[in-house]
């Protein structure tokens, strides 16, 4: 982070400051330096907080941590940043159970909330729902289902999560999805027509009676320079790769590079297009009424939630 | 010329020509610039820097999630 190494030929300077640089951001044009790029995306960061209000003096904010290189960094800016606003911050890693890959990761959480000296609280789906989620998808394959393993881990993982922050006495729940993330959300939304999820991606959602308010600090960073961030840095983090991870969630992505890779800025624009319909959105989705699941009471939009609706057919 | 690549697990030496930068060796591995961070010597780069004889490249892949 400290080197005052003059670039040599073929390396290319840092177009604000000349130092070396270390990243090309193609949207802006610019070519950034580990300082400039650091001072960036913490800007960016702030700029979210600030720009929608997620965070206000005195709240308890619990982070969602996997131990992946996004919610690591979002666990270390949101730390530095409540330590100004008189905030406090908890975290929360769900173990979904998957053999060889979680473990991992979850000790990778439990060492940055350590360093950080940040409240850790795991969950786990197999003390949750009686089932880890390499058991969910062996009993769903059997059963003929063909949701694919990320419907069940996100479904899951989002209501544990809202579970916790609720019992953890929460304010806020921040996620770390970044602006790939998001971006991929849109598209699989549009995809799958599904105005109802495709309004709830913004940046925060309305105080909703059951729900925690969730934040997304960091969706629009991209996230390979939430990747340099987290790598200069030095953060401890997992890099596995989840071994469920294919389907549409890897087509779409893949679909999103290869755009971003010869019309650079595509990904911002898709962002920037869903931020001028999103009012919109909200009135066609403004009547709608949000009930209580009726086997576990938390909130849903029909009389039986996802969660349960899930793990219903699989007992069936 | 040739540099060192490490790149899924396998550490490999590569000819390049002259004056290559490392988007040409990403485009001849396949890889979106989008989808890793590269290392030349130790150092992150952007991928339009030049390579040089003896130069240890490392494509360090950033997806992780589920």
């Known amino acids: 982070m400290s080197s005052i190494r003059l670039p040599a030929e073929g390396e290319k300077r840092c177009s604000f400051c000349g130092r070396m640089a270390v990243y090309h951001r193609r949207y802006t044009g610019d070519f950034l330096c580990d300082r400039c790029l650091c001072k960036s995306v913490e800007k960016r960061f702030l700029r979210a907080i600030r720009e929608y209000r997620l965070v206000e003096p005195g709240e308890r904010i619990a982070v969602a941590v996997s131990g992946g290189k996004d919610s690591v960094t979002c666990l270390h800016l949101i730390k530095r940043f409540a330590e100004r606003k008189r905030c406090e911050v908890v975290a929360i890693t769900v173990d979904e159970g998957i053999s060889g890959y979680r473990e991992a990761g979850v000790e990778v959480a439990k060492e940055n909330a350590r360093s950080l000296d940040v409240e850790l609280f795991v969950v786990s789906f197999r003390d949750s729902f009686g089932l880890t989620l390499d058991e969910i998808l062996r009993q769903a394959s059997e059963k003929g289902k063909s949701l694919g393993p990320c419907t069940y881990c996100g479904v899951l993982r989002r209501s544990l999560l809202n579970r916790t922050a609720k019992e953890v006495e929460a304010d806020k729940l921040a996620t770390a999805h970044n602006l790939d993330d998001e971006v991929q959300a849109i598209m699989l939304n549009y995809i799958r027509s599904d105005i109802y999820r495709l309004y709830r991606l913004g940046p925060i959602l309305k105080p909703m009676k059951g729900f925690v308010p969730r934040i997304k600090p960091m969706r629009e960073i991209p996230e390979k320079e939430i990747a340099i961030y987290a790598l200069l840095k030095g953060f401890k983090v997992y890099w596995g790769k989840c071994p469920y991870r294919k389907g549409i969630h890897v087509e779409v992505e893949d679909f999103l590079n290869r755009l971003e890779e010869n019309h650079p800025n595509s990904k911002f624009m898709i962002l920037r297009m869903y931020e001028k319909i999103r009012p919109y959105l909200e009135q066609a989705v403004g009547e709608f009424e949000m009930k209580f699941c009726k086997i576990c009471g938390e909130p849903s939009p029909s009389e039986v939630c996802k969660k349960c609706e899930l793990l219903r057919e699989l007992q069936g | ?66």
């Open chain 2, 1 to 66: 010329m040739k540099v060192t690549v490490r790149w899924q697990g396998r550490k490999e030496d590569k000819e390049i020509e002259e004056g290559a930068t490392i988007l040409d060796l990403l485009k001849r591995y396949g890889i979106l610039r989008e989808t890793v961070v590269v290392f030349v010597n130790g150092r992150i780069v952007p991928e339009e820097n030049s390579l040089e004889e003896g130069d240890e490249v490392v494509i360090h892949p950033i997806a992780s999630g589920g």
